[in-house]
């Protein structure tokens, strides 16, 4: 079992920048390929991030590919998604997640295949 923490969420202008943490606790987090979702008011969950155990795999939503990178440090049991040049349609309350896997490059980007979540933390980004 897994227990996952975000931190990092706040207020930004449009085209700043935020950068959100992950920690891990439980053993084996890197037995774990980890996620970022997020949820907009009156919207379903979406993807917007992922990464393979071993870190060398990445995979981002269209919408904020080339803006977010995803990474992690297994040393310290933690995950992170650097957000730049962000905009109004990137406010919402972001997830981290965290689903159990065999391979150490596979990338998941489906919401049932990840079966930990943490409690979310809120971004909003002011035009």
């Known amino acids: 079992q897994v227990q996952l923490v975000e931190s990092g969420g706040g207020l930004v202008q449009a085209g700043g920048s935020l950068s959100l943490s992950c920690a891990a606790s439980?053993?084996?987090?890197?037995?774990?390929?980890m996620g970022w979702f997020r949820q907009a008011p009156g919207k379903e969950r979406e993807f917007v991030a992922a990464?393979?155990?071993?870190?060398?795999?990445?995979a981002y939503a269209d919408s904020v590919k080339g803006r977010f990178t995803i990474s992690r440090d297994n040393s310290k049991n933690t995950v992170f998604l650097q957000m730049n040049s962000l905009k109004p349609e990137d406010t919402a309350v972001y997830y981290c997640?965290?689903?159990?896997?065999?391979?150490?490059?596979?990338?998941?980007?489906?919401?049932?295949?990840?079966?930990?979540w943490g409690q979310g933390t809120q971004v909003t980004v002011s035009s």
């Open positions: 439980g053993r084996s987090f890197s037995r774990y390929v």
């Open positions: 997640t965290a689903s159990r896997h065999i391979s150490t490059v596979v990338v998941v980007t489906t919401l049932h295949e990840y079966d930990h």
């Open positions: 990464i393979s155990r071993s870190g060398g795999n990445t």
